[in-house]
T-cell receptor, first 115, second 114 residues
Framework: GAVVSQHPSRVICKSGTSVKIECRSL??????MFWYRQFPKQSLMLMAT?????????EQGVEKDKFLINHASLTLSTLTVTSAHPEDSSFYIC???????????FGSGTQLSVL | AQSVSQHNHHVILSEAASLELGCNYS??????LFWYVQYPGQHLQLLLK??????LVKGIKGFEAEFIKSKFSFNLRKPSVQWSDTAEYFC????????????FGKGTRLSVIA
C-alpha cells in the first residue's frame, strides 16, 4: 500500500531555532498534503493544506510566517517551524492524498520538544 | 463547518467485554467516514472506512462500524476486546465534494485490562 514517510520522528531543539519536518510520499504522487498537530490528550488539529505547486492554505489561528509549508514536488512537502518556542512543542503529523485516491495516508509523526 | 463528536474520552474495559465507541458528525451532505487507531508509540492507522454501499463496515482486527445516516452516526464496535486493543481511536469525516481534509473527533482512549 501507499506509504508516507515523515522525518525526523523526534527532535529536541533550543528556543529560537528553526526546525524542518519532511513528509514524503514513497509510491504515489501526493497532490495534496495536510499538516496536523496534536497536543497531549487532544485530537489532531489541521494546521494547513498544501497543494503541489501552490501556496498552502492555513487554518484560522495558525501563523503562516511561523509555520512555513513548502510543497514543491508531488512527493515532498516540508513544514518549517521558525523561531520555535516551548509552546510549539507538539506532535506534528502529515498526511497525503493522491489525485485519484480518496484515502489519506499518514506519516508516522514528529515529536517536537522545544527547550 | 463540519464537526465530529466522540462521546467518550476514556473507556476502560476488561478483556472479552464488548466495545462500542460513539461518533457523530454535523455535516449534512455526502460524507466519507473513517475510524483511525493509534497504538501507543505508533502512528495512526486506518481501522475501517465507509464510502458507500452496505452501511455495516467490517474492518481489521474484528472491528466493525455502522453508518446510520438518519442519526449522523458511525459507531465503532467489537464483540470481544483484547488487551492489544488498548489504543487511541479517532473518528474522522470528510465531505466527498471538493478536496477537503479529514475532520477528526477528539479521540477516545481505550484501556483494556486483564
Amino acid at each position: 500500500g501507499a506509504v508516507v514517510s515523515q522525518h525526523p520522528s523526534r527532535v529536541i531543539c533550543k528556543s529560537g531555532t528553526s526546525v524542518k519536518i519532511e513528509c514524503r510520499s514513497l509510491d504515489f504522487q501526493a497532490t495534496t498534503m495536510f499538516w496536523y498537530r496534536q497536543f497531549p490528550k487532544q485530537s489532531l488539529m489541521l494546521m494547513a493544506t498544501s497543494n503541489e505547486g501552490s501556496k498552502a492554505t492555513y487554518e484560522q489561528g495558525v501563523e503562516k510566517d511561523k509555520f512555513l509549508i513548502n510543497h514543491a514536488s508531488l512527493t515532498l512537502s516540508t513544514l518549517t517551524v521558525t523561531s520555535a518556542h516551548p509552546e510549539d512543542s507538539s506532535f506534528y503529523i502529515c498526511s497525503a492524498r493522491g489525485q485519484f485516491n480518496e484515502k489519506l495516508f499518514f506519516g508516522s509523526g514528529t515529536q517536537l520538544s522545544v527547550l | 463547518a463540519q464537526s465530529v463528536s466522540q462521546h467518550n474520552h476514556h473507556v476502560i474495559l476488561s478483556e472479552a467485554a464488548s466495545l462500542e465507541l460513539g461518533c457523530n458528525y454535523s455535516y449534512g451532505g455526502t460524507v466519507n467516514l473513517f475510524w483511525y487507531v493509534q497504538y501507543p508509540g505508533q502512528h495512526l492507522q486506518l481501522l475501517l472506512k465507509y464510502f458507500s454501499g452496505d452501511p455495516l463496515v467490517k474492518g481489521i482486527k474484528g472491528f466493525e462500524a455502522e453508518f446510520i445516516k438518519s442519526k449522523f452516526s458511525f459507531n465503532l464496535r467489537k464483540p470481544s476486546v483484547q488487551w492489544s486493543d488498548t489504543a487511541e481511536y479517532f473518528c474522522a469525516v470528510n465531505e466527498i465534494s471538493g478536496n477537503t481534509p479529514l475532520v477528526f473527533g477528539k479521540g477516545t482512549r481505550l484501556s483494556v485490562i486483564a
